[in-house]
């Protein structure tokens, strides 16, 4: 893992170093009260992720859910949205977009 600023979360790109890619695979770990930053995030694609453990809050389009081990997100990338750690502890995610962002 590793830390991209200074919002608490870090990313595992899966197969980060293959050229071309179609499909971004991350595990994302957002520590306590950590978030995908202030403003809401849109862009070409779908997502969709699974919250392997803690609390995630998934924000889309204005409607927030909070979603814990076990429970999944899919949605377009071109609505606004937004992630927050809504635990007391770490949430770690396993997630995918297509096309790749990163």
């Known amino acids: 893992m590793r ?4 919002h608490g979360v870090a990313y595992l790109l899966v197969a980060g170093d293959r050229r071309n890619r179609k499909l971004q695979m991350l ?3 957002y520590g306590v009260a950590a978030d995908s930053g202030r403003g809401a995030l849109s862009h070409e694609g779908e997502e969709c992720g699974v919250v392997i453990e803690g ?5 889309v389009d204005g409607q927030s859910r909070i979603l814990g081990p076990g429970d999944a997100y899919y949605f377009s990338s071109i609505l606004p949205h937004r992630f927050r750690n ?3 502890g770490i949430c770690k ?3 995918a977009c297509t096309p790749s962002s990163f």
């Open 93 to 95: 995610v396993v997630s």
């Open 86 to 88: 809504a635990g007391d």
């Open 55 to 59: 609390r995630l809050e998934v924000t």
């Open 3 to 6: 830390n991209l600023g200074s």
């Open 27 to 29: 595990i994302e770990e």
